[in-house]
């Protein structure tokens, strides 16, 4: 290799590490902008307690955006159903993968930190590893964490490099839920919510 190459080379290899160092940190101002707008909403005042998973959920498959949404932003039209089913699928996708949620996200907010493991036990059948929602389990949940209601959110997804969509959920007992996808986007490199709807499984 050729000193110029290898000039080359080791630019790329800083360039590309310092766009991986910055996704985090990317991830964390996005997070941090959902659960803003969601203590904005005035439900998490409502409440005594109010829990937070340490990590990322999946995403629930939702309805979609409003038709001029869609074109607006991802660029499919409204009869081009093909493309509306792929990109919901995608969305879904990305998310299977966990991580954590830093402490700094959740600083100064007021939300309780619930551990993913404490929370996964007190709604999992026993033998079983499926997630089942019961008034058994909010109880346990509020025993350990005093309160029996939580927020979960998912990775962002990243249609390109300036427009994600994030999942975000908050449960209050069993018969309320309220799942949420957020759609941001960025402008002047300032990330901003544009878009929030209401989620169904």
Known sequence: MNFGVWKLFVLFLLVHGEINAQVPQERHVLYQLVLEDFIKSGVAEQSTGFGI?????????????????????????????????????????????????????????????????????????????????????????????????????????????????IYFNYQDGLENDFPNVYLLVRKNQVWGIVERLRSWS
Do not use: W
């Open 53 to 165: 998973v340490d990590s990322t959920c999946q995403a629930v498959y939702y309805g979609g955006f409003a038709d001029s949404v869609n074109k607006k932003y991802f660029g499919f039209d409204a009869n081009n159903y093909i493309d509306g089913e792929l990109f919901r699928r995608n969305f879904v996708d990305a998310t299977e993968e966990t991580e954590m949620v830093p402490l700094e996200v959740i600083a100064d907010k007021g939300l309780i930190r619930i551990q993913k493991e404490a929370y996964r036990k007190c709604f999992t059948a026993p033998k079983e590893s499926q997630i089942i929602l019961t008034e058994k389990g909010f109880d346990k949940l509020n025993k350990l964490y005093q309160t029996a209601i939580y927020c979960e959110f998912s990775l962002p997804f990243f249609y390109n490099d300036h427009t994600v969509l």
